[in-house]
Each structure stands twice: as C-alpha cells, then as structure tokens.
Nanobody
Framework: QVQLVESGGGLVQPGGSLRLSCLAS????????MSWYRQAQGKERELVAN????????HYADSVKDRFTISRDNAKNMVYLQMNSLKPEDTAVYYC????????WGRGTLVTVSS
C-alpha cells in the first residue's frame, strides 16, 4: 500500500525558512520521480518542484526558483523541500506526490507565512 507522509509545516515569518519532509513507503521509491505540489486556499494545486529518481535532475516552478531546494535520500525513502526566503504567497498546503499510472498524494502539511 502506497503511503506518503508529509511533515515540517508550520507558521513562519516572511523571510524565514522551513524544511518539509516526506516519508514514502509501499513502492520502489528509488526508481520514481518525486514531486512537491502546493495548493493555496481558493486556488488550483500547482507543481512546486520535482526530482529525478537518483536526484541528479530537478525542476522548479518559476515562483520558487532560487528560494526552494528539493532533495532526496533513497536510503531512507525520504524527499525534502528546503524553503528559504519565504513569502506570504507561499502560504499553502504542501503535498508530496509521485505518479505511476495514477497520482499518489500524501495528506499534506500546512505552511503559513505571516507576520
């Protein structure tokens, strides 16, 4: 059974940092591209970043480029999202995702950027 469990969200002031984590189980983690998505209230879910199976290739949304870093540890079945220089517009629920014939999602972790 596929499980994706996100953690690390919370309340942070503008300009601050957070590190999100996602623990994956139930599938061959090291063979799959992993992604982070986010969904702000009243908006559609959007891709934030993804990372290739061995971590050599990454892709970022323009809105987070140079501020966020995606990484993974295949030995631990973990994928991370380091978020720096956070802005109020980064406020959203952040979801871990992988795709194999269908999308698999975690339950999400809420990030709130506010003073």
């Amino acid at each position: 059974q596929v499980q994706l469990v996100e953690s690390g969200g919370g309340l942070v002031q503008p300009g601050g940092s957070l590190r999100l984590s996602c623990l994956a189980s139930g599938f061959a983690f090291s063979y799959n591209v992993m992604s982070w998505y986010r969904q702000a209230q009243g908006k559609e879910r959007e891709l934030v970043a993804n990372i290739s199976s061995v971590g050599t290739n990454t892709h970022y949304a323009d809105s987070v480029k140079d501020r966020f870093t995606i990484s993974r540890d295949n030995a631990k079945n973990m994928v991370y999202l380091q978020m720096n220089s956070l802005k109020p517009e980064d406020t959203a629920v952040y979801y871990c995702n992988f795709y194999r014939n269908m999308d698999y999602w975690g339950r999400g972790t809420l990030v709130t950027v506010s003073s």
